[in-house]
T-cell receptor, first 110, second 115 residues
């Protein structure tokens, strides 16, 4: 089976740093996605981690620990446009489909 | 990057009618397309996985006779909601991937409202 947990909501200040955590219990775990979704729009790809460690991509970084079943998305220099839902999703070996967590709604305030 | 389109972007229909939603990969051949449903303030729930030329694989609890999926070519998949009811009102999103890639490319979504 699969279980993916994320905080439901977070609030952070413009210009600050925020870390969104995701924990998972997935048999046959292969990799973990982070997607950004603005209200009423489709998700957009942020990152995909397969190996342990931190991957940095501009203001966004994603970390994975396979042994701990844990990932986080780090957003630096927050901007108002970063207000969105952030979805953690996992893939399993031998399966095509992606399973999404419930998402974390991030609100950036001035 | 790869582009996936959906049509229509929104549709309003009467209860009991059928609605067809198209999902197209515009600049790549999609070996697999996925159909998701998203209710307000909830995450994406996978409805079915569709491979070109074969029958779709539906997730548990999704009625295959109600949600008809056709994947006739490597660039087009359709979802038909048959005998739609108000509880079928939702945001339907398709995604596509290609052989050798890991990323799913999402369409812009179709908002269905059943009156």
């Amino acid at each position: 089976g699969q279980n993916i947990d994320q905080p439901t909501e977070m609030t952070a200040t413009e210009g600050a740093i925020v870390q969104i955590n995701c924990t998972y219990q997935t048999s046959g775990f292969n990799g973990l996605f982070w997607y950004q979704q603005h209200a009423g729009e489709a998700p957009t790809f942020l990152s995909y981690n397969v190996l342990d460690g931190l991957e940095e991509k501009g203001r966004f970084s994603s970390f994975l620990s396979r042994s701990k079943g844990y990932s986080y998305l780090l957003l630096k220099e927050l901007q108002m446009k970063d207000s969105a839902s952030y979805l953690c999703a996992v893939t399993r070996r031998g399966y095509q489909k992606v399973t999404f967590g419930t998402g974390t709604k991030l609100q950036v305030i001035p | 990057g790869a582009v996936v389109s959906q049509h229509p972007s929104w549709v309003i229909c009467k209860s009991g009618t059928s609605v067809k939603i198209e999902c197209r990969s515009l600049d790549f051949q999609a070996t697999t397309m996925f159909w998701y449903r998203q209710f307000p303030k909830q995450s994406l729930m996978l409805m079915a996985t569709s491979n070109e030329g074969s029958k779709a694989t539906y997730e548990q609890g999704v009625e295959k006779d109600k949600f008809l999926i056709n994947h006739a070519s490597l660039t087009l998949s359709t979802l038909t909601v048959t005998s739609a009811h108000p509880e079928d009102s939702s945001f339907y999103i398709c995604s596509a991937d290609w052989a050798g890639g890991y990323e799913q490319f999402f369409g812009p979504g179709t908002r269905l409202t059943v009156l």
